[in-house]
Structures are given as structure tokens and as C-alpha cells.
């Protein structure tokens, strides 16, 4: 098994308490063979990290979200008999049929709960209502406490609902020069690179929630971007090139 410094070299001074409590689970999971969960739901870099790296035959390291394609997962490690992740699925339902409440709203509401982040995971907004898988420790704090999202009036309750699982993404085709994130970004802001650039030293694009020291980091399939004011993304494969030599990409922007 990799030694817990080495692992720690991958991450930010931010990300290592985190991460060194997940690998202190990891490694009881492992010694006394026994299934053991992440306490909270880990980005995107943390919990393919340890997919990619400690999942085996003779050990087990899978990550659930409640939806097909969260960003925010559960790790589980050494889960051999299937048990269900600790987590359930809170429905925020406004009352009121004339506000409007963006994703901002209902984030907001839930953080001025005195709740980590760590603790919920990816919320989605939908006509009436939001739904966000909740840890279960703080399940019933939220469905007590959160009784308005701003001015308006609310009700929060736990479903089971399957039909919820899968994300809706527009997909799209870019054609890059190459797969810098800066060209990246550049195509997907529609300005110049130089100005993408601008935005990346400024620590307003994230890489699978991360801020991004090199300006000439590949991205690679599957990752997260994120760029503020304009949206977040996952990089799809490369799926052709134009007759210049430049990259067909296949992209998927959330909606």
C-alpha cells in the first residue's frame, strides 16, 4: 500500500486533513476487513485518487454520489457485501409557487445551517423544488432546521425517488489547438488565451475543485472545470480532428 506521505504529496495544504482522515479509514478497512465509509463527500480528485490507486481484487474502493455523474462522492472501502452508502436523498420543496430560487439559494440557506460542505453533496434544482443527497448524521438537523430559502417558505423531507439518478448535461464539440487548459478554457469562455490566462492566475478556473499552479497542465477525460461566470464542465475524449490538426472534443456542460 502506498505510505500515507506519498499520497499526501498529490494534494493541497487544504485538502490534507481531509485526506489523511480518509486514509487512516482506508487503512483500518483494510487491517480488519471490514467495510468502512468516508465521513464525508469527497471532490472529484480525492475520491478518483483512491479508486485509482488502491482499488484491487483483494481490495475494494468504489464512490458514490446518489447520481450517475456526481461530482461530490461517499468513498467506500472494502463495501464487499453491497451495504447502503450513509447517506439519504432531502427534498427541499418551496411553498410558494411564485418565487424563484436558484442553486445559489438553496446553498446558501443550508450553509447558513452552520453545515460543513463535506457533509451534503450535489444539489440539483428542479421546477419547485431541490434535491441534494444529505449525510445521514445531519439529515434530521437540515429537515428541522431549514424552514426558508431566503424569504421563501419551505419543507424538506426524504425520498426515494430512482428517476432522480441522472444528471442532464449539454454536450457539445470544441475543436482546440491542444489540450492545455488555458486553450480549454479559452474556447469554452469564447475569449483569448491570453485573457484565459488571466482567469487561471487568478485561481477563478478549478480543476476538479482545485486551484491550478500550471497554466500548461493537459487536462484529461473525465475531469472537472469549473470557471467562474461562465459554467462547469467534464472533459469528454477526443473524438476527431480538423483538416488544420486541431482536436474534436467532446464536452459536457452542466445545465
Known amino acids: 500500500m502506498i505510505k500515507k506521505e506519498e499520497v499526501l504529496k498529490n494534494f493541497g495544504k487544504e485538502e490534507r486533513d481531509e485526506v489523511i482522515k480518509i486514509y487512516e479509514w482506508m487503512e483500518l478497512s483494510y487491517e480488519k476487513e471490514i467495510p468502512?465509509?468516508?465521513?464525508?463527500?469527497?471532490?472529484?480528485?480525492?475520491?478518483?485518487?483512491?479508486?485509482?490507486?488502491?482499488?484491487?481484487?483483494?481490495f475494494k474502493v468504489e464512490a458514490s454520489?446518489?447520481?450517475?455523474?456526481?461530482?461530490?462522492?461517499?468513498?467506500?472501502?472494502?463495501?464487499?457485501?453491497?451495504?447502503?452508502?450513509?447517506?439519504?436523498?432531502?427534498?427541499?420543496?418551496k411553498?410558494?409557487?411564485?418565487?424563484?430560487?436558484?442553486?445559489?439559494?438553496?446553498?446558501?440557506?443550508?450553509?447558513?445551517?452552520g453545515m460543513e460542505r463535506e457533509k451534503f453533496g450535489d444539489l440539483r434544482?428542479?421546477?419547485?423544488?431541490?434535491?441534494?443527497?444529505?449525510?445521514e448524521d445531519v439529515v434530521?438537523?437540515?429537515?428541522s432546521s431549514l424552514v426558508s430559502v431566503g424569504k421563501s417558505p419551505v419543507s424538506?423531507?426524504?425520498?426515494?425517488?430512482?428517476?432522480?439518478?441522472?444528471?442532464?448535461?449539454?454536450?457539445?464539440i470544441i475543436n482546440v489547438s491542444s489540450l492545455r487548459?488555458?486553450?480549454?478554457?479559452?474556447?469554452?469562455?469564447n475569449i483569448s488565451r491570453s485573457?484565459?490566462?488571466?482567469?487561471?492566475?487568478q485561481n477563478k478556473v478549478l480543476l476538479d475543485y482545485c486551484k491550478v499552479n500550471s497554466k500548461s497542465l493537459e487536462v484529461k477525460e473525465g475531469q472537472r472545470i469549473t470557471i467562474a461566470g461562465v459554467g462547469k464542465y467534464i472533459m469528454g475524449n477526443i473524438v476527431g480532428s480538423t483538416k488544420s490538426g486541431r482536436f474534436k472534443v467532446n464536452i459536457k456542460k452542466y445545465i
Not at 468502512?36 to 483483494?58: A, G, M
Not at 424538506?156 to 457539445?172: G, P, Y
Open 65 to 93: 454520489g446518489y447520481f450517475e455523474e456526481s461530482d461530490r462522492r461517499v468513498i467506500s472501502f472494502n463495501n464487499i457485501y453491497e451495504s447502503d452508502y450513509p447517506y439519504k436523498l432531502v427534498k427541499i420543496e
Open 36 to 58: 468502512i465509509f468516508s465521513r464525508s463527500f469527497c471532490t472529484p480528485n480525492i475520491w478518483l485518487y483512491f479508486i485509482n490507486n488502491f482499488n484491487s481484487k483483494n
Open 140 to 143: 434530521e438537523y437540515i429537515i
Open 125 to 135: 434544482v428542479l421546477e419547485n423544488y431541490a434535491v441534494v443527497p444529505v449525510y
Open 95 to 113: 411553498k410558494s409557487k411564485f418565487d424563484s430560487l436558484s442553486h445559489r439559494d438553496y446553498l446558501g440557506a443550508i450553509m447558513a445551517l
Open 181 to 189: 487548459l488555458d486553450s480549454i478554457v479559452s474556447k469554452l469562455s
Open 156 to 172: 424538506c423531507e426524504v425520498i426515494h425517488d430512482t428517476t432522480l439518478s441522472k444528471v442532464s448535461f449539454l454536450e457539445v
Open 195 to 201: 485573457k484565459a490566462l488571466e482567469l487561471i492566475n
